[in-house]
């Protein structure tokens, strides 16, 4: 008896993992099983599984992934203080390592021998789905239809017309959109010129910073060890709490994020983001982390923070690199509790209070109120003639920096 071929496809029910399905079954001879995760996408995750089995699938799951996205996955990159180049939240990136482990899981219980996924040949996320599927599961094999069909979306609709294939009827859009509750993604079409202004038809999240209200919205976040737990006061669990506050913030117009990124693939691509939560939370957290931690502590973050945006961005959720790192961020968000008070103002996010049990900010040390001020003013002497004795040494025995003469400034001088 022949036993049956079985691939596990993360499907989003688009025209791609659509066709896939058939193609999956024709040109492989696989049964296939789908698997939508529930990360945030704001769709109805009920009709995409339900399109799933109307299109040939032989079982349909569905997994509600959003707490354990925002609190597994987004909150650690957050207490990393983790952003790709500065600017990106990595929400995307951040969402593919957790579908590759929930593929991986509805593949054992399936008893499938391959998962497979709808990612291009030119795109981040092809590596990023097979390098975690390897890392989870090396015997799995991973079959990515769109890379290695010879169908553009012409080719895929007539394919899925002859096939009889159920595929989503929505108005055709030059753009390419991805989001979770962490973020959402928006390249090509008109953004593929980088002098060109985003048009307004790409933002859906945030409100135009010109038009946002002028007065400012004022909040308040609770920390507790570097992980969010509070808005306003209200206990809230992760999702709960960072879908209440894109709302909030985007009505501001805050996170909007225009940027040039690297691709892991070797090319640069422009793309806009809308991350309203994530933004106000990593200003909010960094704010907090200014108060508690040492600045040999919080300098050293700060570099390993570009490694751990890195390895995510490149797929590398499930090395050895992000565990060692992981270990050394929570340590450092031990003392990190506390509340942090920001305005949101026509797109921006300004941080007015922060306060916390941990804090290293001395008033009666920082003051220059002489009443209340305790420093020791004379230890200042003898810090300065111990710390200037490296260079005073080099100096007396090497000779001092070669004098070039004065500056060439305007120098005006009045004598009595």
């Not at 025209?15 to 296939?32: A, C, N």
């Not at 008893?111 to 590596?127: F, I, L, P, S």
């Amino acid at each position: 008896m022949t036993r049956t071929r079985r691939c596990v496809l993360a499907y989003s029910g688009g025209l791609d993992t659509s066709v896939s399905i058939r193609w999956l079954q024709e040109e492989l001879g696989y049964e296939v099983v789908t698997c939508t995760a529930d990360i945030g996408e704001a769709k109805d995750v009920d009709e995409v599984t339900e399109r799933a089995l109307r299109n040939g699938a032989a079982a349909a799951y569905a997994v509600d992934a959003r707490r354990l996205f925002v609190e597994e996955f987004c909150f650690p990159t957050l207490a990393a203080s983790a952003m790709y180049e500065g600017a990106y939240p990595l929400a995307t990136a951040l969402a593919r390592p957790l579908i590759a482990k929930i593929l991986v899981d509805v593949a054992r219980d399936e008893g499938a021998e391959a998962v497979a996924h709808g990612c291009t040949g030119k795109g981040n996320d092809q590596v990023r789905f097979d390098v975690a599927t390897a890392a989870l599961a090396p015997d799995l094999q991973v079959v990515a239809p769109v890379r290695d069909w010879e169908m553009g979306r012409p080719q895929e609709i007539d394919y899925a017309r002859e096939h009889g294939i159920e595929i989503p009827v929505t108005q055709e859009s030059p753009y390419s959109v991805d989001a979770n509750i962490w973020g959402r993604s928006i390249e090509a079409g008109p953004l593929e010129d980088p002098w060109r202004e985003p048009p307004a038809e790409v933002y859906a999240w945030t409100a135009d910073p010109a038009t946002a209200p002028g007065d400012g919205g004022l909040l308040s976040l609770t920390f507790e060890h570097g992980v969010p737990v509070a808005l306003d006061g209200e206990r809230l669990a992760g999702d709960l709490l960072v879908t209440r506050l894109n709302a909030l913030a985007g009505a501001h117009g805050v996170g909007r994020i225009d940027h040039l990124e690297n691709r892991l693939v070797g090319i640069k691509s422009r793309e806009i983001y809308e991350a309203p939560a994530a933004i106000v939370l990593h200003a909010a957290h960094t704010a907090l982390e200014t108060l508690t931690l040492g600045r040999d502590v919080f300098q050293l973050k700060r570099q390993l923070a570009d490694d751990w945006a890195r390895l995510v961005y490149d797929g590398l959720w499930f090395g050895q690199l992000r565990s060692a790192l992981a270990a050394f961020v929570a340590v450092t968000q031990e003392p990190v509790s506390g509340e942090v008070r920001v305005r949101l103002r026509r797109g921006t996010v300004a941080v007015v209070g922060r306060r916390a049990p941990g804090s290293l900010y001395r008033e009666e040390l920082a003051t220059y109120d002489r009443r209340q001020d305790v420093f020791d003013h004379s230890a200042a002497r003898g810090f300065i003639e111990l710390f200037g004795l490296p260079l005073r040494t080099q100096a007396r025995i090497q000779g001092a920096l070669e004098d070039t003469g004065p500056l060439p400034l305007e120098r005006r001088v009045k004598r009595r």
